[in-house]
């Protein structure tokens, strides 16, 4: 026999999660959907003498679905095809709100799935002033009815006992207004099987995914001769509930005090102000932004320091050659360019899962929403939007906060434009080759130009989104109603979790990506198709005779690369790169810096012989890193390579152009489209191209 | 008679019950999330320039932001 399904369905911010994280016991694994990419959480727990799979559905105000999220938990429970139909449902309450959560009981029990009611945060019980009457509510609710804790683990054992039970018949609550009776009763004929719940809300709904198209034609008839909208049902049914629900349950939750959300309307009025709310909101991202630096930097240091080392091991027991050189420094460096990035990450995660834990998000989205709505985004945009500023990667995966599907793939479109740490160091030594080390009107031009550049990823993010969303379809409208839960103190346990799923899912999932570019970037820079690559030392000795070994050493490299298949790459595309004023080597450069952008200063420097480790912070080798690159004369121009003209319209392309592998990856893994990857990579260098010929053809 | 008018209009700390929403402009899920004819409703919070507004919900207790454009299908009266 299977494994019974045990499923948690509930309203957003009722614990749902952490009574999840309780009964696992973190026995658990983030999947997708079958054929979506929502996540899909599922654990399993053995008890009571056999294993019970766990999923917990997205959180939903209604069975009703208006974003992807809640057309999952819609087709988890009417579909009894469906791979993760449960066998029982636990409904999971909290008791500011039991109201809500007895619609989705109801709409649960009527599909026909059996359900049991949890109270969750059974110590806001007295903290609000209520009193439940237990008994009443079972009688109600025709179905057994417990309370638990889920931050310190009360009440769960209980929860996970009963997963037997299956409570008998249930009486529906919910009566068809007449004017809809006729419609019903047809449709009832048509879909013999169903429940009468069932066939309701084939009328109400536009699109049940889960229903052969002829099924599909079927109801969209009997709707049409009944002239019946869709949403005028959904309403009918949420007036109807609700006023009975709001009659009932009078008798049965006892409201001895009103206690209104004082705490919570104190801190608001704060978090809230039309001043001080965004001067609060913009210091706490500051502050993220530094402890995201700061904190990481001496990690990924060490990280750096002890992969390098390692690296230099296994080359040093490896007998020497290409298949050393493939492992060194085609994979392990791949994964060490992973790595280095997954304390940023973390610490970013750890700080957003945070602000979702308190309950501070909703309230950066009220604040927000105002301000990018215009460019077709959402409030709760900016949290990619920022994070982008640190790296693309983590910034991408944190739009799934965003429910509206249309609006989410365009923030993630959009996000990649944002200035990200890795186009620093681009920025800081082309900045200090071709701009005058001037000042205007008392500020440093060379600062000036680096915060132009700040700004113009921000424009460019805006203004693409601007268009992108004139041309995505959206499935559903757009409009905006969230709760602004009151204030907690986070439950460790999720933030543990929610780090580690993001944390594990990035190195693992894009990983694999990464790892493979690394490699063939490596092969086509180890490698070349004739002996210039192979005899390269004998061709630079025979050129120059009378180097000391070390500067050979250098020459060759350098000559290696340029005949090495990457190299005859970049004079492949050096038709395509000389409009906007680069040679070949630049080209190599632009080619390397596609894997990613950091990439483009260690081949630059491989380019101009200096050995393959520079560190830009080195103010020696920065200078005679710059000093070669400054003396570097464009063969086609006869002008030197790096001034203003072509150096403005590289740093241009550096600021739009997709050139970064784990971006990509992420991109693929989180809308699950090639074709939305594509077209992302595709108008970022394209608009990256067109900006830098412009400005090229312009300067020059 | 008593008058509609638009919850927009409420200033913050101003009460009113809602007494019809306009069912065609506005999706299910305003009625399921608790804005239903005939609830009171406070105006708690109010973003700058026309952002959301922050709705106090007072009989289950809970806050609720909609957008403004949404609002003007939401009509009150005191």
Redesign the interface.
């Known amino acids: 026999m299977r494994d019974p399904i045990i499923a948690l369905l509930g309203n957003p911010n009722v614990g749902k999660t952490s009574l999840f994280n309780r009964i696992t016991k973190l026995h658990q694994h983030v999947g997708n959907y079958p054929g979506i990419t929502v996540e899909k959480r599922e654990g399993s727990v053995k008890a009571n003498g056999r294993n019970y799979r766990i999923i917990d559905l997205p959180g939903t ?2 069975l ?1 679905p ?1 974003s992807l999220d809640e057309e999952i938990v819609y087709n988890a429970l009417a579909d009894k095809h469906n791979p993760v139909h449960p066998d029982l449902v636990i409904v999971v309450s909290e008791p ?2 039991i ?2 959560s007895v ?1 989705l009981y109801q709409q649960a029990r009527e599909l026909g799935v059996p359900a049991l009611f949890v109270i969750n945060m059974i110590d806001e019980v007295n903290e ?1 002033g209520l009193e439940i009457d237990y008994a009443k509510l079972e009688g109600y609710l025709q179905t057994r009815v417990l309370t638990t804790d889920a931050r310190n683990g009360r009440g769960i054992q209980k929860v996970i006992e009963a997963f037997d039970e299956r409570p008998g018949h249930f009486l529906g609550k919910f009566k068809v207004d007449e004017k809809y009776t006729e419609a019903l009763e047809e449709a009832k004929r048509a879909f013999p099987l169903n429940t009468e719940y069932q066939t309701w809300q084939f009328l109400a709904q536009n699109h049940v995914s889960f229903l052969r198209d002829e099924d599909r034609q079927k109801i969209r008839a009997i709707r049409e001769k009944y002239s019946l ?1 869709p ?2 049902l ?2 009918a ?3 109807e509930r ?2 009975n629900i ?1 009659k009932d349950i009078k008798e049965i939750v006892f409201l001895a005090e ?1 206690r ?2 004082t705490k ?2 104190r801190i ?1 009025r704060l978090l ?1 102000h ?1 001043f001080w709310g965004y001067a609060i909101f913009f210091a706490i991202l500051f502050v993220t932004f530094q402890l995201v630096f700061t904190l990481s930097a001496p990690i990924m240091d060490w990280i750096d320091e002890h992969f390098s080392a390692l690296i230099d091991y296994t080359a040093s027991i490896l007998p020497e050659g290409p298949i050393s050189n493939l492992i060194t420094q085609g994979i392990m460096a791949g994964i060490g360019g992973i790595i280095i990035f997954v304390p940023q990450i973390a610490i970013l995660f750890l700080l957003i899962s945070l602000m979702e834990e308190t309950g501070y998000m ?1 309230r950066v ?3 927000m ?3 990018l ?1 215009p460019y077709g985004l959402n ?1 709760k945009s900016v949290i990619p939007l920022m994070s982008g500023v640190g790296c693309a990667v983590p910034a991408i995966m944190a739009a799934r906060n965003i429910e509206n599907t249309k609006e989410r793939l365009v923030t993630m479109l959009v996000t990649p434009f944002m200035t990200c740490a890795a186009r620093l160091p681009i920025y800081i030594v082309l900045i200090a080759l071709v701009i005058p080390d001037d000042t205007f009107l008392g500020f440093g031009l060379q600062g000036i130009v680096l915060n132009v550049l700040y700004i113009l990823g921000v424009l460019a993010a805006l203004l693409s989104a601007w268009v992108l969303s004139k041309i995505v379809k959206s499935q559903h ?1 757009s ?8 204030y907690k103190t986070p439950d460790w346990r999720n933030v543990g979790t929610n780090v580690w799923d993001k944390t594990s899912g990035f190195l693992f999932g894009a990983g694999k990506i990464i790892l493979a570019m690394a490699v063939i970037l490596w092969v086509l820079g180890s490698f070349g198709p004739n002996d210039k690559f192979s005899n390269a030392d004998q061709y630079v000795m025979e050129a120059n005779p009378g180097l000391s070994e070390e500067e050979l050493e250098e020459e060759v490299a350098s000559f290696q690369l340029e005949h090495s298949f990457l190299g005859y790459i970049g004079m492949g595309i050096e038709p395509l790169v000389k409009p906007l004023g680069y040679d070949w080597k630049m080209g190599i450069g632009l080619v390397s810096s596609f894997a990613a952008r950091e990439v483009f200063v260690a081949t630059m420097a491989t380019v101009y012989s200096l050995g393959e480790d520079v560190d830009i912070e080195d103010e020696d080798q920065k200078t005679t890193l710059l000093g070669k690159m400054k003396s570097e004369i464009n063969r086609n121009t006869g002008q030197p390579a790096y001034n203003l003209a072509s150096g403005i319209s590289l740093l241009l392309f550096y600021a739009f152009a997709m050139q970064c592998m784990s971006t990509i990856a992420i991109m693929k893994r989180e809308t699950g489209s090639w074709k939305w990857t594509l077209i992302q990579t595709g108008m970022m260098t394209g608009m990256a191209y067109v900006v830098a010929f412009i400005a090229y053809q312009l300067i020059k | 008679m008593q008058k509609s008018f638009c919850l927009h209009v409420l200033k913050i700390g101003e009460k009113a019950t809602i007494s019809e929403l306009n069912a065609r402009e506005l999706p299910s899920k305003f009625f399921e999330m608790g804005l239903l004819p005939g609830t009171v409703v406070e105006v708690k919070h109010k973003a700058p320039f026309n952002g959301p507004i922050g709705l106090h919900i007072h009989n289950s207790n809970v806050l609720i932001a909609i957008r403004r454009s949404e609002a003007t299908h939401i009509l009150v009266e005191r």
């Open positions: 105000y209604t009703y208006t500011n709100n109201k809500r619609v609000k909208r949403n005028e959904q309403q049914e949420a007036i609700n006023t709001e009103n209104h959300l919570t309307n608001d809230l039309p909703s989205v009220f604040l929403d105002r301000w709505r409030g409208k409009f905006l109603i969230f709760e602004l839960p009151s």
